[in-house]
């Protein structure tokens, strides 16, 4: 039986204290008390004339589940004296008009697998043994901004399906029920891949729950409750765990900005708003079917900023990617560039509370404006992201790459513009699931040219984003070189990999891959100008690049793009440094299906000044395709290097120590 909620009990929420732990009130919650088990439902409906609770444990009549109003903000709640665990229920709010609504609850940490809508009483504290204790310790120790970032973003639903008849057995007839792998399907096999293929995160697109397969979790429901699609709220925590204990970050799409507007959610949830902004001109997402969240709504942050600290605390997610921040930054259906100043504030008390709750957590905007000091710190005016996705360097390449070669040259400006703003931000390179659908063409569809051509251009285009400045991401199936674009009802065509061009294409990536996490030149000053140094920017004729990439110690790489289908066999390029260099990636080379135009031996140094660097090299150029030179130091020499870099390193602790 039902009883009133009990004066201890009695909330008071939306102060700074308990402000961002929203979660652990609001919700289904199992207490125990005088040794009974009870059931407690607090919800936030501040229009409300009255709540019933309703379920599948009163067949679903309210009548004696009345939830009582406990504060004047409008938080309501019911104590139930049973374990209700696993059971459905909804929420039954009379609105002010005297219409009825049934509503999901906001904070149900479970839901029915859609097209069914209700909540489950999950109980989300349940002891899980963790077993990622290295991996969080590890974490904590690490400087994120001068270590290897290469994402795979990917979609759970489409990465492999299964395909098995009612009776679950491989169909020999038309009878297929196409269904996804579950949370611990995909860690045995997702895992394995991901090592195989080199990423060090996954990005995972929104797991929060979601009524419409097609709006691929952007148009959510249920931010507290993992998409019963896959499995339950363990399974997932399963795979996270996994993940970790095989040294691979896990990342979450995480949509603050709006929501879906089915019946059953968050819309005009007690009859009027609650959750979106009073005002139609800025609520609607016309073109999304969407509504916006009213992010200067104190009790709107506690749930975004609670949901946030949710999915760090119980499922160990190492960062989010902030879905749609122009949408917020700036205020929806307005033509004006009229900012919105609740967003502003919101973000960076998002940012703020977070990186103080975990500073190793990586927060990542998705944000297409020039908005200034995205990733600048909250202390020192900026919104505190740690990175943003560099749309404009996404935009660029992907315009240059899509030309005819012959039209390269009059498009120079949109390979080097990117490094005249490559430090204004941390930033992400981006190659996402926008730009393989809705009729853009896969990546390797979008290359000019014949079949072997749009190959290697595909091989050249990810050496250019691997030794670009900036993390790099890639949407699934990037990887194998997919002809068609994402089909979002479809697993990934991999039966792509039976076919040498592909193969041959993925052993490029993997090995790529390689040379990246073990090369500090390409990672560890992406933040810094230092880090790079163009030597021959203006070969506007022949569209060839040559750049160097350097690490902290100074170590180069020298980089060498050629975006023209033109090979040639002694082609000079400045270098910095009088050494013999080696040749450690050539996307030309046969066993990546290449032409294997390539620099097997030793490359010496020539005492002649070119390109500005005080000698130079004579090298093979592949053809469309990039090649990748490391100096070749002796022993003594890097002993050498070590002694001057302690000796740096002393200098400065005393510098410091007399400071």
């Known amino acids: 039986m039902p009883h009133n909620a009990p004066t201890d009990y009695q909330i008071h929420l939306f102060h700074e204290g308990s402000l961002y732990d929203a979660y652990k009130l609001f919700g289904a919650h199992m207490i125990e008390k005088d040794n009974k088990v009870f059931t407690r439902f607090t919800v936030f409906a501040p229009n409300a004339r009255s709540i019933r609770l309703v379920g599948s444990f009163n067949k679903w009549n309210g009548k004696g589940y009345e939830l009582l109003k406990v504060s004047e903000q409008g938080i309501w709640s019911v104590l139930i004296e049973a374990n209700l665990s696993n059971e459905i229920y909804k929420y039954e709010i009379e609105a002010m008009s005297g219409e009825i609504l049934l509503k999901s609850d906001p904070y149900a940490f479970y839901s ?59 169909p020999s007839d038309e009878c297929k029920i196409e269904y996804f792998y579950t949370y611990r399907e995909l860690a045995s096999e997702l895992i394995p891949y991901i090592i195989e293929q080199g990423f060090t995160h996954i990005e995972l697109m929104p797991l929060t729950e979601h009524p419409f397969d097609g709006s691929w979790g952007y148009q ?17 925590r399963y795979f996270i765990d996994q993940c970790h204990q095989n040294n691979i970050g896990v990342l979450l799409d995480w949509v ?85 100043p609740y967003a502003i ?48 360097w996404m935009n ?32 992400i390179l981006p190659l996402s699931h926008d730009e393989v659908v809705h ?10 040219g014949s079949y072997e051509e749009k190959f290697s251009q595909l091989k050249l285009l990810a050496g250019y984003m691997a030794a670009h400045p900036g993390k790099k991401l890639m949407f699934m199936g990037g990887e194998l070189g997919m002809f068609s674009e994402w089909k979002d009802k479809e697993q990934l065509d991999w039966q792509l990999l039976d076919y040498e061009s592909h193969w041959k294409l993925n052993e490029f990536f993997k090995d790529l891959l390689k040379l990246y996490k ?84 030793a490359i010496p140094t020539q005492d002649e000044e070119f390109h500005g660097k005080p000698y130079h090299v004579v090298v093979k150029i592949p053809p469309f395709g990039i090649t990748v030179l490391r100096p070749i130091k002796k022993r003594k020499e890097l002993k050498q290097n070590g002694k001057e870099k302690n000796h740096g390193n002393a200098a400065r602790r005393g510098t410091r120590n007399k400071a």
């Open 256 to 340: 603050p900005g709006h929501y879906c507007k089915d019946a059953h959610g968050l819309f005009l949830f007690d009859g009027a708003p609650v959750y979106e902004y009073q005002d139609q001109r800025y609520r609607e997402n016309p073109v999304w079917g969407t509504a916006n969240f009213d992010l200067g709504r104190p009790e709107v942050q506690c749930f975004l900023i609670s949901n946030a600290r949710y999915w760090m605390d119980y499922f160990h997610v190492d960062g989010f990617r902030v879905d749609a921040v122009a949408n917020m930054i700036y205020w929806p259906n307005t033509y004006d560039g009229d900012i919105n």
């Open 439 to 448: 009729g853009k063409k896969s990546l390797l569809d979008k290359m000019p």
């Open 518 to 601: 073990r090369s500090k030149p390409l990672y560890q000053l992406d933040d810094r100008p230092e880090g790079f140094e163009w030597i021959d920017v203006s070969n506007t004729n022949q569209s060839i690049f040559s750049f160097i990439r350097r690490d902290k110690d100074g170590n180069p790489l020298i980089i060498i793009c050629n975006f023209k289908n033109i090979a040639y066999d002694h082609f000079k390029v400045g270098v910095p440094d009088k050494y013999e260099y080696k040749e450690v990636i050539n996307s030309d080379d046969a066993k990546y299906g290449g032409s294997n135009h390539v620099n097997r031996k």
């Open 396 to 427: 660029d390449i992907l315009e240059y790459m899509e030309a005819d070669q012959h039209f390269r040259s009059s498009l120079h400006h949109k390979v080097t513009f990117s490094l005249m703003y490559a430090y204004s931000e941390r930033f």
């Open 345 to 392: 504030a919101f973000m960076k008390t998002l940012n703020r509370v977070l990186k103080e709750y975990d500073p190793s957590l990586l927060m990542m905007a998705e944000d297409s404006t020039d908005w200034p000091g995205v990733t600048k710190p909250v202390a020192e005016g900026g919104l505190g992201f740690t990175y943003k996705w560099n749309m404009g």
């Open 112 to 170: 029915e697998i859609r097209p069914n809508t209700a909540s489950i009483v999950y109980p989300y504290d349940t002891k899980y043994e963790w077993g990622d204790q290295s991996w969080l310790k590890k974490k904590s120790k690490k400087n994120n901004i001068e270590e290897p970032l290469y994402i795979y973003e990917m979609h759970a639903g489409t990465w492999r399906k299964k395909v098995k008849d009612k009776d679950g057995f491989i």
């Open 220 to 236: 959510g429901t249920g931010y507290y409750s993992p998409t019963s699609r896959y499995g339950d709220p363990d399974d997932l």
